[in-house]
């Protein structure tokens, strides 16, 4: 797969698959069944939670993890997101040959 320059047509990012697996294969090797939608389940009731890091509202000390965010204080999960693909359109060093940015 090859990400283009909608301009131009230049290749500007080329990956192995759009799902970074070969062949439509799960990371076991095995295919995926007629009409799964997932290939890594959790119960229904599931809502991910976790806890680490320190919080000064908990009761317990450590930020309780539920939907992305602590319970408690509010503090948003994750890491600042850095490398190519992460932002939607964050512009390039270079400009287009067509006018613009690749």
Do not use: I
Request: proline share 4%.
């Amino acid at each position: 797969d090859q990400a283009h320059c909608l301009k131009c047509q230049a290749v500007l990012k080329v990956q192995e698959t759009v799902h970074g697996v070969a062949g439509g294969k799960m990371p076991n090797g095995l295919p995926r069944q007629a009409g799964e939608v997932s290939t890594f389940k959790h119960s229904a009731g599931s809502a991910m939670e976790s806890e680490s890091g320190v919080c000064s509202k908990s009761p317990t000390g450590s930020h309780h993890w539920k939907f992305g965010k602590c319970e408690f204080c509010g503090k948003a999960e994750g890491k600042l997101a850095k490398g190519a693909g992460v932002a939607a359109n964050p512009g390039g060093a270079g400009g287009c040959d067509a006018g613009g940015k690749c």
